[in-house]
């Protein structure tokens, strides 16, 4: 009786083991697969902050790099300066048309040899045209942020921009021109007398420049031009050799900024 009952119970008890055990076997199983979904998303997790660790890195040495470039003390803001200029050189700045008197009212919005930036590349080119179209003007532009330089160049002289925000600082053959904020342009130094204001109207397609007291042109506006080619601006009077360095600085930064 003894060895039944234990004969019994030891095939109850074998019973109870084979259930347990294949009850615990997924649980097992369960249980090493969330260990193993907790490691793979520590790991992704890891690489991802990882990630953005570097990246943030790089974004700064950027920015660093940027405002040093834009500086005009730096030796940096020079070699961005040869940069540019080495660019004219591979765009039609060796075969531009000469510049005369009436080149002013025949430049068109249309442009030739366009460049946009890429990815690993912040630098964008190309080369206005006369309405005939004749190439007369090359430009190249490095953009850093919100800040950005532009040069610029005829047969005969050269514009460099350094743009700050709502700030636009120009030169015309390597030597202070004007300050450009908030439609005005302000001659250099402590006077800082006005020299231009610009009427801006981009719901329309021509917006005044006033030279003086008076309007003396107008510029168009490109998203609103009708014409296969559109002029740059419009002349109301004949300008002086200054006021045309004026009138085309300041169309050319409506232009390419």
């Known amino acids: ?62 920015k660093m790099i940027g405002r040093i470039n834009f500086n005009p003390e730096s030796q940096a803001w020079k070699k961005t300066l040869e940069g540019l200029r080495s660019k004219l050189k591979s765009q039609a700045a060796g075969a531009l048309v000469p510049w005369d008197k009436e080149m002013l009212s025949l430049l068109s919005l249309n442009r ?21 179209p004749e190439p007369v003007l090359a430009y190249a532009e490095q953009k850093s942020g919100t800040n950005s330089v532009i040069i610029a160049r005829t047969s005969d002289r050269e514009f460099i921009f350094r743009l700050k925000g709502k700030e636009t600082e120009i030169w015309l053959d390597g030597q202070p021109f004007g300050l450009y904020t908030d439609g005005a342009l302000l001659a250099p130094g402590k006077g800082s007398k006005l020299m231009a204001r610009l009427d801006d109207r981009p719901d329309e397609s021509q917006s005044p420049l006033i030279l003086g007291n008076n309007p003396a042109l107008t510029l168009g506006n490109r998203e609103r031009a009708s014409s296969p080619n559109p002029r740059v601006l419009t002349l109301l009077r004949e300008l002086s050799p200054e006021e045309e360095n004026t009138a085309l600085a300041l169309a050319l930064l409506r232009l390419i900024s």
């Open 112 to 132: 030739s040899n366009l460049k946009k930036p890429g990815f690993f590349n912040s630098t964008s080119e190309g080369v206005f045209t006369t309405i005939f």
């Open 1 to 62: 009786m003894y060895c039944y009952s234990n004969r019994k119970f030891s095939q109850h008890y074998s019973g109870y083991q084979g259930w347990y055990g294949h009850c615990a076997q997924p649980f097992f199983h369960h249980k090493q697969k969330r260990k193993k979904m907790r490691f793979l998303f520590a790991i992704l997790m890891l690489i991802l902050l990882t990630g953005s660790l570097i990246v943030g890195i790089f974004y700064l040495i950027a």
